[in-house]
């Protein structure tokens, strides 16, 4: 196990393999090492021991056959894990998530989230998104040429911004209608129309699950992992530019 204090941690004659960031703090690990995370004082990052909405030992990042890790080590709390485009992947107690790119990793107790960012390669930030270039250009033919215009994308971002959102403000929810409608200006009615006319598109040009109940959610992560969606896309909210 590492602790900042370590001197493993600082050695350079050593490979390191996984990086794992939790506020100031930056861990290292190579091959063999383990990095635990829970309420529990004896862990190498001790979250909150007052807050018993977690788990004493919450979970670890290690590797095992080659591979490194997350693990849920807790017996009843899910971890979540948030990849570099804003997907979640919820880990069951006593299950466990391969890295394979940058992860958060966000840990809810009863006081406040808390989030560990494990990073598989040599910088302490995930790879840069490229670049928009100017005036957008980026192919806005998808799902059997379903066109997705500019109208569109200002309302998908508007409704899906917490996926796109970096810690502590990522909330893989939609928004409402209403709120989502606000952000941009528009009358609600003409938010949900839009919407609906996306799905709809979608639906008929073979998109799986874009009706019911879980509809929004799935058109979320259709806009994710096609790339209609990046954070970059969120400087197009009024009021927002880079950075914020």
């Known amino acids: 196990m590492l602790s900042p204090a370590d001197p493993r941690a600082r050695a350079g004659d050593r490979v390191v393999d996984v990086r794992v960031t939790v506020g100031e703090t930056r861990f290292e690990l190579s091959a063999g090492e383990a990095l635990t995370f829970g309420r529990d004082p004896s862990c190498a990052v001790c979250l909150d021991p007052d807050d018993l909405g977690i788990s004493r030992l919450a979970g670890s990042v290690e590797s095992e056959g080659g591979t490194w890790w997350v693990f849920n080590r807790s017996t009843v709390r899910p971890l979540e894990a948030v990849d570099e485009i804003g997907i979640r992947t919820i880990v069951a107690p006593g299950r466990r998530l391969a890295v394979v790119g940058p992860l958060t990793v966000v840990v809810e107790g009863s006081v406040r989230r808390h989030a560990l960012r494990v990073h598989t390669d040599a910088s ?31 309302a998908l971002v508007a409704l899906f911004s917490g996926y796109l959102e970096t810690f502590p403000r990522y909330d893989p929810h939609p928004r409402s209608y209403a709120e989502a ?32 109940e879980n509809a929004l959610s799935s058109l979320a992560e259709w806009a994710l992992i096609t790339a209609t969606l990046t954070r970059d896309d969120l400087e197009r909210l009024p009021g927002r530019s880079r950075g914020q």
């Open 124 to 154: 302490d930030e995930s790879p840069p998104e490229p670049p928009a270039a100017p005036g957008d250009i980026r192919p806005t033919v998808t799902a059997a040429e379903v066109m997705i215009n500019e109208q569109d994308r200002l």
């Open 181 to 212: 409608a606000s952000a941009l200006g528009w009358p609600r009615t003409t938010l949900i129309k839009r919407i609906e006319y996306i799905r709809t598109r979608l639906s008929n040009a073979g998109v799986p699950n874009l009706q019911g």
